[in-house]
Nanobody, 117 residues
C-alpha cells in the first residue's frame, strides 16, 4: 500500500523558513521522480517543485524559484522541500507525490504551511 506522509509544516512569519519532509513507502522510491504540490484555500492544487530519480535535475514553479529547494534521500525514501524567504502567498497545504509533472498516487494528508505575522 502506497503511503505518502508529509510533515514539517507550521506557522511562520514572513521571511522565515521551514523544511518539509515526505516519507514514502509502498512503491520503489528510487525508480520514481518526486514532486511537491500545494493547494491554497479556494485554489487548485499546483506543482511547486520536481526532482528526478538521482536528484541531479530539479524544476520549480516561477513563484518559488530561488527561495525553495527540493532534495531527496534515496536511502531514507524521503523527499524534502526547504522553503526560505516565505511569503504570505505561500500559505497552503503542501503535498508530495511520485511522478514528473504528473502525480502518480493518491494524495496523502498534506502538511499545512501558514505564513503570517
Amino acid at each position: 500500500q502506497v503511503q505518502l506522509v508529509e510533515s514539517g509544516g507550521g506557522l511562520v512569519q514572513p521571511g522565515g523558513s521551514l523544511r518539509l519532509s515526505c516519507a514514502a513507502s509502498g512503491f520503489t522510491f528510487t525508480s520514481n521522480a518526486m514532486s511537491w504540490y500545494r493547494q491554497a484555500p479556494g485554489k487548485e492544487r499546483e506543482l511547486v517543485a520536481v526532482i528526478n530519480i538521482t536528484g541531479s535535475r530539479t524544476n520549480y514553479a516561477d513563484s518559488v524559484k530561488g527561495r525553495f529547494t527540493i532534495s531527496r534521500d534515496n536511502v531514507k525514501n524521503t523527499v524534502y522541500l526547504q522553503m526560505n524567504s516565505l511569503k504570505p502567498e505561500d500559505t497552503a497545504v503542501y503535498y508530495c507525490n511520485a511522478g514528473w509533472y504528473r502525480p502518480t498516487y493518491s494524495w496523502g494528508q498534506g502538511t499545512q504551511v501558514t505564513v503570517s505575522l
